[in-house]
């Protein structure tokens, strides 16, 4: 029984995150967090 109350715990968990992910709120957030490897390497040039 314990292995089934952990596996519906991580699909829960997978389900909310991908839902927390995919909301149009966080759009912003995740561009900027998709364009930060490229503004580090832009400073280190300049």
């Given at each position: ?10 699909l829960v ?14 759009k912003p ?18």
């Amino acid at each position: 029984m314990v292995p089934g109350l952990i596996t519906a715990f991580l699909l829960v968990l997978f389900v909310g995150s991908c839902i927390w992910i995919w909301r149009p709120g966080t759009k912003p957030a995740m561009d900027a967090a998709a364009q930060m490897p490229l503004d580090d390497d832009k400073e280190e040039i300049a």
